[in-house]
């Protein structure tokens, strides 16, 4: 079933932000994976014979896997901004991968899902590959990640 992105990501996110318990701070914990390159059968829990993915694999089945996704970009910083943002990164200006330097990135006027879960008292944090921008006006801690 297609659902847009915007959607897909406003379901997900009403849907942890619902779940959480305001009165004992009993969140849901929330772990998104962005990779580029990863096939959709290139992990245990979604078929392959060939790699053992067992960490990933347990966090699928004592959690929500989603079978369906559609990339707004194939270039790792629009779809970046896409996932975080749930906008289109031609309305938000991203293009292309950005590069070191670049002049442009993540607009700290958008709201992110990020944001959106730390507003709610979630501790929030991103590892590995950022690329929507180097500038200090950029960065994830300007974005809603605590770390």
């Given amino acids: 079933m297609f659902v847009s992105m915007r959607y897909s990501l406003f379901l997900l996110a009403f849907a942890f932000l619902i779940s959480c318990n305001e009165e004992k701070r009993d969140y849901t ?11 959709f ?3 245990a829990c979604y078929g392959s014979e060939i790699n053992e993915t067992p960490h990933l694999d347990k966090m ?3 959690g929500v896997k989603f079978t369906s996704y559609y990339a707004t970009q194939a270039v790792c910083s629009a779809s970046r901004a896409a996932l975080l943002t749930g906008s289109y990164p031609n309305r938000i200006g991203i293009h292309n991968a ?14 992110t899902i990020a944001e959106m879960l730390k507003g709610k008292g979630y501790s929030t944090a991103i ?4 690329h929507l921008g180097d500038h200090i006006d950029f960065l994830p801690l300007n974005h809603g990640f605590d770390e």
């Avoid at 914990?29 to 096939?39: F, S």
């Fill in 127 to 130: 590892f590995g590959k950022w």
């Fill in 29 to 39: 914990n929330v772990v998104i994976i962005l990779a580029d390159d990863l096939g």
């Fill in 60 to 62: 699928a089945s004592e």
């Fill in 41 to 43: 059968g290139d992990l």
């Fill in 98 to 111: 950005l590069m070191p330097n670049a002049k442009i990135g993540l607009n700290t006027s958008e709201t």
